[in-house]
Every structure is written in structure tokens, then in C-alpha cells.
């Protein structure tokens, strides 16, 4: 097990590149299912975690990658007849799974997957995909672990109406639709950039997907869809995750490949705090000194602030001048890192949904473990304005979602390494 060593007090200089967004690539990666024809070529693939569990669940579904990490390209052959089941094993270690059964359904006509259950952040249930599975005319049954859904021919286009703007349903819907017999419409979508990514993609392929990053989506069903090549858009939280790295240590950074207007809510957010933000030829610059000024945000979907970004934002709104609230509203219990902050001598407590700061905290250098992936990143960043040590354990969340993280803040100047446990230990003796 490894453990990232970061000593607080260097402000960071320099430049960074992000890499592809991890949230757009795995539900892309299970749209590729989509194609009965031809290869898809992804560029700007991250070399993430998260990557390699969706190339194993593909793989196990009869779909053939060649994967070349260090061109960030992958090549998908789905064009065989594909298996229907998504086993445990890999729904358990990442949620993302469960974007297969649109496709696979869509597809074959029955899909099998395993329930993912709740995790680090929430309950998460999956009831809204399985409502527009089910008005597009299968029949969903449980059992042994496992939700199964089954059609008779091709699925039928819907009108669906989402409780709530989820994500994962308006994707798994989305591709299931792309195949369906006639127009599907769905409304009260989820509006984030990675859905735009998706409906690209699948408009690539050959489909007919209008209005995405909208409230309303419509999709026109194809008989089939070929396989495309297809850039992925550049992730916007760990462009954002960089932008608090650099504020967090008074440092002035140029984050290259950052989109604004994917980031509209966080860099307003920013601004309010006295952080100064510069669209330049690269990307972003971003430049601070201190004070800055405590904020109140809540997490919505998007445009509203992103619940994604929440961890790492507290991490600076610990360091601002006066009281902050932070506000979660999309995921029921995304403040587990809160305790590990505490250890580092955080002033903050959780009313309800809201965790009030009061700022600014000294923060001091502990031993702390990451409860997700977010929250890792957020106590790294706290580690770079601690006064003193900070080690971070449980690194096995941040590597799904972040690429030589440690690596990236080094070469910025940040004091900071990552090493085994073992060798953690004996440093721990010196
Ligand atoms: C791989 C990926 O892209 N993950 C992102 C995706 O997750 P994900 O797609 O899981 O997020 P959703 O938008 O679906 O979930 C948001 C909220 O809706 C609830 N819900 C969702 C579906 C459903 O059928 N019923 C239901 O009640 C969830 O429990 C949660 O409270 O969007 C989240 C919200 O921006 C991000 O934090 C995740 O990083
Ligand atoms: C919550 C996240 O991802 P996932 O939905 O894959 O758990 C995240 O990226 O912060």
C-alpha cells in the first residue's frame, strides 16, 4: 500500500496539462458498445484506474481493446456478438459499470448486470435507469444480487421524465435509446459537459441524438451504429482540482487544456474567494495571496457548483478569512473526509447537509486516510498549506480518477513524494 508524504509551505509555479476526463471516457468506453461495425479509436484516453476496470468489464463482455497508455489511445472492437452479463467484481469496484447495460440491452435485448449498492459517498440507487428502460418497453426483474432487463425485439422509443437530473440514467438512457425503435425524448436531463461528450460521440457513430447539454434530449433510434474516432474532452476536475492547488498555496500556475466554460460555477466561486483567474493562450492562470475571503456554495447539478469539486474546495475555504458554508445537495453523505480534516486542525462542523467552517484554520501536517476519490485529492491539497507533514493513505482512491497526481504537484514545486508503506514505516522512525 503506498502513502503520498507532503511537507505544507511551497507555493506552486508553473504549468500543468490535464488529462481526459475520467467521467466522460467510462461512459464513452460502454457507448462503444453501441458499435456492430467497424473499430472505435479514443483518443486523450486517461491512464486511470477506473480505465482498466471498464477495459476488463468490455473485455468480459466479448469486446476486443488494443490499449496504448502511452499515446492516451484505445481501440474498440465490439462488432462480435456480445455476452449479456456484468459480474460483481467489477460493478463492486467501480459504479461506472452499470453504464453497460444500456448498450448490452439495446443490443441483445437482455442485460444482466450486478446491483451496484451504495459506497463511500452515498446510497446511490439506480431507479431512474431502470424507469426509462422500463418505458422503453422492458421488463426489469431482481435477483441472486443481479437487475435484469428484457425486450422483446427492439426497445421503443419513450418519453421519460427524470426525477432528478442524474447522470448515469441520462447516459444509460441515452445509449439504449440510440438503438431503439423511434424517438425518445428525455426530459429533466442531466446537462454536464460529459453528456455533450457522449452524444457527440454517439452522433459520430451514426446516431441521432439532438440537444444535449440541454434540459430536453432527443433521440432518434438507428438500426446499427459504426464504430468512430473520438477525442475526449479535457477533465474538468482535475483542471479544477489544480486551479485550488495553486490558490491553496498563494502560487500562480497556467492549467493547460482547461475548458471555462465547463467550469463556469468554480471559477465565479474562486473569484468571489480573491483569487485571481486569467484566460490565457494555454488554458487558465491562476494566482493568489492571501487573505481570501470565506464563501458559502452549494453542490448542484451542473451548471450549479460541482459536488465533484466539494472536498477539495473545503480544503481552501479552511484556509479563508471569516465563516464558510458548504452545502451538499446531490449526494446524501459526501463529508467523511470532515473527520480526516479535523486531524489536521480543522475548526468545522456538519449542521445537517451544511459543514460550517470558521476560517482560517491552521492548519497542521497528520497521518489521514482518503474515504473517496475527491476527498484524497482535498487532503493532499491541505497537506500543501499544513504547517509540518501531512501522509495520506488510502491512495487506491485517488488513482481512479487522478494520473501522477504526486508527480504533477512535484513538478510544480510542491514538497512532496509517494512511497510504499514499508518505506513509509521506516521514515516514520527517523
Ligand atoms: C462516472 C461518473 O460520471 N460519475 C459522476 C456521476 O455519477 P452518477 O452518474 O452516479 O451520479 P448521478 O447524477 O446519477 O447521481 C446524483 C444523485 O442522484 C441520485 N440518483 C441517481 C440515479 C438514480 O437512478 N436514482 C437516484 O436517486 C444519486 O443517488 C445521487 O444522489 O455524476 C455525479 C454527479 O455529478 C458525479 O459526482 C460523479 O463523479
Ligand atoms: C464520485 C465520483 O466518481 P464515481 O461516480 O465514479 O464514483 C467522482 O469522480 O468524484
Redesign the pocket.
Known amino acids: 500500500m503506498d502513502q503520498i508524504i507532503v511537507k505544507g509551505g511551497q507555493k506552486l509555479k508553473g504549468k500543468v496539462r490535464v488529462e481526459g476526463a475520467?467521467?466522460a471516457v467510462?461512459?464513452i468506453l460502454a457507448g462503444a458498445l453501441l458499435a456492430s461495425n467497424g473499430k472505435s479509436i479514443l483518443k486523450e484516453v486517461p491512464n486511470l484506474a477506473d480505465v482498466y476496470t471498464i477495459q476488463e468489464v468490455l473485455k468480459s463482455l466479448n469486446v476486443s481493446i488494443d490499449y496504448f497508455p502511452e499515446k492516451n489511445e484505445m481501440v474498440i472492437d465490439a462488432s462480435q456478438t456480445l455476452s449479456s452479463e456484468a459480474q460483481f467484481e467489477y460493478v463492486r469496484k467501480m459504479?461506472?459499470s452499470i453504464l453497460v447495460m444500456g448498450p448490452v440491452l439495446a443490443r441483445n435485448g437482455f442485460a444482466r448486470v450486478a446491483l451496484p449498492g451504495g459506497c463511500a459517498i452515498?446510497?446511490?440507487?439506480?431507479?431512474?435507469?431502470l424507469k426509462g428502460f422500463e418505458a422503453m418497453g422492458s421488463q426489469i426483474t431482481f435477483g441472486n444480487g443481479f437487475v435484469e432487463a428484457k425486450t422483446t425485439g427492439r426497445l421503443r422509443g419513450a418519453k421519460i421524465y427524470l426525477d432528478?437530473p442524474?447522470?448515469?440514467?441520462t447516459e444509460n438512457i441515452m445509449t439504449a435509446a440510440a438503438l431503439a425503435d423511434g424517438v425518445t425524448v428525455i426530459e429533466n436531463a442531466?446537462k454536464?459537459p460529459?453528456i455533450v461528450d457522449l452524444a457527440n460521440y454517439i452522433n459520430e457513430m451514426g446516431g441521432r441524438v439532438v440537444g444535449a447539454g440541454t434540459d430536453t434530449m432527443r433521440i432518434e433510434g438507428v438500426k446499427e451504429l459504426n464504430g468512430a474516432e473520438h477525442y475526449i474532452i479535457p477533465d474538468r476536475v482535475e483542471a479544477g482540482t489544480f486551479m485550488v492547488a495553486a490558490a491553496i498555496t498563494e502560487g500562480d500556475v497556467i492549467i493547460e487544456n482547461a475548458v471555462p466554460e465547463h467550469m463556469a460555477a468554480l471559477i465565479s466561486k474562486l473569484e468571489e474567494m480573491g483569487v485571481d483567474i486569467q484566460e490565457v493562450e494555454e488554458g487558465l492562470r491562476i494566482r493568489a495571496s492571501r487573505p481570501l475571503r470565506s464563501i458559502d456554495i452549494k453542490t448542484m447539478?451542473h451548471p450549479g457548483f460541482?459536488?465533484?469539486m466539494q472536498s477539495q474546495m473545503m480544503s481552501l475555504m479552511l484556509t479563508a478569512q471569516g465563516n464558510g458554508i458548504l452545502t451538499e445537495t446531490?449526494?446524501?453523505n459526501r463529508f467523511m473526509h470532515v473527520e480526516e480534516f479535523r486531524r489536521m486542525n480543522a475548526s468545522v462542523k456538519i449542521e445537517g447537509r451544511s459543514v460550517i467552517m470558521e476560517g482560517p484554520s491552521k492548519l497542521q501536517g497528520a497521518e489521514v486516510s482518503a474515504t473517496d476519490l475527491r476527498a484524497a485529492a482535498a487532503l493532499i491539497l491541505a497537506g500543501l498549506a499544513a504547517e509540518g507533514i501531512t501522509r495520506v493513505n488510502k491512495l487506491y482512491h485517488l488513482d481512479r480518477g487522478y494520473v501522477n497526481f504526486h508527480k504533477k504537484l512535484a513538478a510544480l514545486g510542491a514538497d512532496i513524494e509517494r512511497v510504499t508503506t514499508e518505506e513509509a514505516k521506516v521514515e516514520q522512525l527517523v
Do not use: M
Not at 452515498?122 to 435507469?129: C, L, T, W
Not at 442524474?166 to 440514467?169: E, F, I, M
Open positions: 475520467k467521467n467510462l461512459p459504479r461506472a452515498g446510497s446511490r440507487p439506480i431507479d431512474q435507469h432528478f442524474s447522470v448515469g440514467a442531466a454536464e460529459e447539478p460541482p459536488t465533484d446531490v449526494f446524501e
